[in-house]
């Protein structure tokens, strides 16, 4: 018994481990799912404003409200800028980074540093209409646990439900859990 105890305690302080690299994403047993992403991906067509409507948890939203994502280009690089509004202090938080798109509907995207240097793609667009949805995924494997992030982006702040009906309908058909979705609070956007 004190084997079996032990071996569930190294397990969780393991994933406990992990959970803080990968910046809380959700963490599951088991390799990613095998996904399919948008075949003719037009970055043309993607640029533009997009609400975060729902994700998965990260921790580097986490006290965001009001999340916003902008594509822009210069010249051949893609300019991301996400923004959000900070739940207690209702000041604007912002940061801008650089994506390059790998092969259709997989890109590399960074903050921290150039994503040429990387042929991983870690933004994959399941699907989108380019005029009212887009279903953003990362799944990375570490070991016998896999992390995964999901995004829920719409065109509109206050999307229908029929968009969001949409949406599920790519989750489930890649197999991914919708239920650990949470809903981003697009209500009182002023900000300070």
Known sequence: ?????????TLLVV?????????????????????????DFKVDQYLGKWYG????????????DCVTAEYTLNGTEIVVKNEGIQQVTRRKRSTTGVARLIKSGKLSVSFTGNPSETEFPNYLVLDTD??????????????PISSRIAWVLTREQYPSISTIDKAYAVFKRNGIDVGRLRLTNQNNCTRR
């Open 15 to 39: 994933v406990g481990c992990f959970s803080t690299i990968v910046h809380a994403q959700v963490i599951a047993l088991g390799s990613c799912p095998n996904v399919s992403v948008v075949s």
């Open 53 to 64: 409507n729902r994700n998965y948890y990260a921790i580097f939203q986490s006290d965001l």
């Open 1 to 9: 018994m004190l084997n079996y105890s032990k071996c569930w305690f």
């Open 130 to 143: 380019y005029t009212s949805y887009a279903v953003v995924w990362n799944c990375f494997e570490l070991g």
